[in-house]
């Protein structure tokens, strides 16, 4: 049989072919007026491959989910344009919008966002009732299918506070498959997690990047997480860096912070 290698062997280097880009971002800029304006990112160029799995990194407070929120039309920017798969964003009024993202986008954040009065099943037919493509017995049938393809099968009918933390995660992603999206985009998807859930939560989006040719854009912290992905975009004060700035202003940090232990550990003089 020729199966197709597990997600933890597929090689974030092994993908030779050039992919089309789903969304491109040229220039994105927003800016947040007022007494003191504040850049929260600044003239961003981003492409995306469709099937590629892309990280964002960098320190605490530079950028990286306003940069998300752009690239998932969440907000506006100042100025530059967003396009997806190949068509501009920047006329879209709030509707049209909202209409692109529950087709077309997924979204995972830290906190699974689920409604805890509904089943893990309920919660992942809703965007499938909004969108309204499907008929009751196609969205019930989808939804199963998803979260048995995660590995919830016999928790569909639990709510999420009867859930373990992994597994909410895993309905907040199945949620976000609900629609077959292009690109499913998470904001530190795996930070409250523990090191078993978080691994597992990485193999699922390695996994639907490699063997469903979706894209995914995740902000994380975590460098096993960050790993596992294809290519990694670096944000320093609100712009994108070249990368390895990340890595070296962690080597910087650590060496500060050795030599602070250090000099801490000294006895008084
Ligand atoms: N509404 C706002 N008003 C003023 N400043 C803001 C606002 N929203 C964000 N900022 C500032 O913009 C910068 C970028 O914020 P952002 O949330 O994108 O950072 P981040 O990289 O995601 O940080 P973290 O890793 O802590 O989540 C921060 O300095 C933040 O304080
Ligand atoms: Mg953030």
Not at 37 to 58: C, H, K, N, S, Y
Not at 217 to 222: E, F, G, L, P, S
Not at 231 to 237: A, F, G, L, N, Y
Request: proline letters at 5%; aromatic letters at 4%; a neutral charge.
């Amino acid at each position: 049989m020729n199966a197709a290698p597990p997600p933890e062997r597929a090689s974030p280097a092994g993908r030779e072919a050039p992919r089309s880009s789903v969304l491109v971002a040229e220039r994105l800029t927003r800016r947040l007026e007022g007494e003191v304006p504040v850049t929260l990112v600044e003239e961003a160029d981003v492409q995306i491959g469709r099937g590629e799995f892309v990280v964002i990194r960098g320190p605490s407070g530079s950028g990286k989910s306003s940069l998300l929120y752009l690239l998932g039309l969440l907000d506006r920017p100042t100025s530059g344009r967003l396009l997806l798969e190949g068509e501009d964003t920047s006329g879209f009024d709030e509707d049209r919008l909202a209409d692109v993202r529950l087709a077309k986008l997924g979204f995972v954040f830290q906190f699974h966002f689920l409604l805890n009065e509904f089943s893990a099943l309920d919660n992942v037919m809703m965007p499938m009732r909004r969108l309204g493509r499907l008929d009751a017995d196609a969205r019930r049938e989808r939804g199963l299918r998803i979260l048995r393809d995660l590995g919830l099968a016999g928790h569909e009918h639990k709510r999420p506070s009867q859930l373990s933390g992994g597994q909410r995660q895993r309905v907040a992603i199945a949620r976000a498959l609900a629609n077959d999206p292009v690109i499913v985009l998470a904001d530190e998807p795996t930070g409250a997690l523990d090191t078993k859930s978080s691994g597992n939560v990485r193999d699922i989006l390695r996994e639907l990047a490699s063997g469903q040719d979706r894209s995914i854009i995740a902000v994380t912290h975590d460098l096993h997480f960050a790993s596992a992905a294809d290519r990694q975009i670096e944000i320093v004060d609100g712009r994108i860096v070249p990368t390895g700035t990340m890595a070296t202003l962690e080597a910087a940090a650590a060496a500060a912070k050795a030599a602070g232990t250090q000099t801490g550990a000294a006895p008084a003089s």
